[in-house]
């Protein structure tokens, strides 16, 4: 399967935003700054960026994949990764934040979300009115709740996987399908219009000068890089911290 230059490009400004957000959100936790990242605009607005960048790039990428002629084998083999690196932000998360740990963040609502891109690929323009209607849905979910006191099951740890929720559980990170869906699903209907316009091809040649030979590398290695990050940090930090 051909490399977007272009999408790799994103995918590390993605990348390189979240590692930014979460150094400094490290540096929070550790006591040398004092922020409220679970309110405040300033971070919000950011995570809400960084995770609709990130989707739209993984809807994008699966698209070109079924155009490509990706077959279930290979996408399992991608998808048993993500899945199996989701498993281990939980485990990670239960030592670090037993309280809120991580139960379904952005690595397992992608798991979750990518088997649905897969099955829904072949929607075409629909995935435009579908994405909507999942962003929407997402955002009304609390007046859905209020108007409808017997949704409340939905709240639970077992259903509030899928987003129709009437507040935020406590949780370290949380992407549920909606209305993140939405966004993937937006990207898959990027990727098929600029397949079927051609646009790949231009978004196929390789950038060679800095930073964007630098970005796309970064963004090729997405996934390592994002499980690799985190320890790093907190372990700089942890001895920071510790000689003080």
């Known amino acids: 399967m051909v490399r977007l230059a272009l999408l790799d490009s994103l995918r590390g400004v993605a990348v390189v935003w979240m590692t930014v957000f979460h150094f400094a959100f490290d540096l929070n936790h550790f006591g040398f700054i004092q922020q409220d990242f679970y309110r405040s605009p300033i971070w919000t607005i950011q995570r809400t960026c960084i995770l609709s960048l990130f989707l739209f790039c993984a809807g994008f990428g699966q698209a070109i994949a079924v155009q490509a002629g990706q077959t279930w084998w290979r996408f399992w083999r991608r998808w048993s990764q993500i899945a199996l690196c989701a498993a281990a932000v939980s485990v990670g998360s239960v030592l670090m934040f037993p309280n809120s740990w991580i139960y379904f963040g952005v690595l397992h609502g992608m798991a979750v979300?990518?088997?649905i891109c897969r099955v829904t690929a072949s929607w075409g323009a629909w995935l435009w009115p579908a994405g909507l209607s999942m962003i929407l849905l997402g955002s009304l979910a609390p007046t859905v709740h209020a108007a409808f006191p017997a949704g409340l099951p939905l709240d639970s740890r077992a259903l509030n996987w899928i987003g129709l929720i009437s507040h935020k559980p406590i949780t370290e990170d949380y992407v549920p399908l909606l209305p993140w869906m939405g966004v993937m699903w937006?990207?898959?209907?990027a990727?098929?219009?600029?397949?079927?316009s051609g646009w790949i091809h231009r978004l196929a040649v390789v950038k060679?000068?800095?930073?964007?030979?630098?970005?796309?590398w970064i963004g090729r290695w997405s996934l390592s890089w994002y499980m690799l990050h985190q320890p790093l940090l907190i372990g700089l930090l942890t001895l920071i911290a510790g000689s003080r």
């Open 113 to 115: 979300m990518l088997v």
């Open 186 to 189: 937006w990207g898959i209907a």
């Open 191 to 196: 990727g098929q219009i600029a397949h079927s």
């Open 208 to 216: 060679t000068q800095a930073p964007n030979r630098q970005l796309g």
